[in-house]
């Protein structure tokens, strides 16, 4: 199974924006 995380462009975007799901998320972590 493939998974992408999209962000929209509205707001800003900043470096380690997804770490605190990955690091909370078992099923992030599988991936």
């Known amino acids: 199974m ?3 995380f ?3 462009g509205q707001g800003s975007q900043s470096l380690g924006m997804g770490k605190d799901f990955y690091e909370n998320s078992i ?3 599988e991936l």
Request: glycine content about 0%; aromatic content about 12%; overall charge positive.
């Open 27 to 29: 099923k992030a972590k």
């Open 2 to 4: 493939n998974a992408a």
């Open 6 to 8: 999209i962000f929209p």
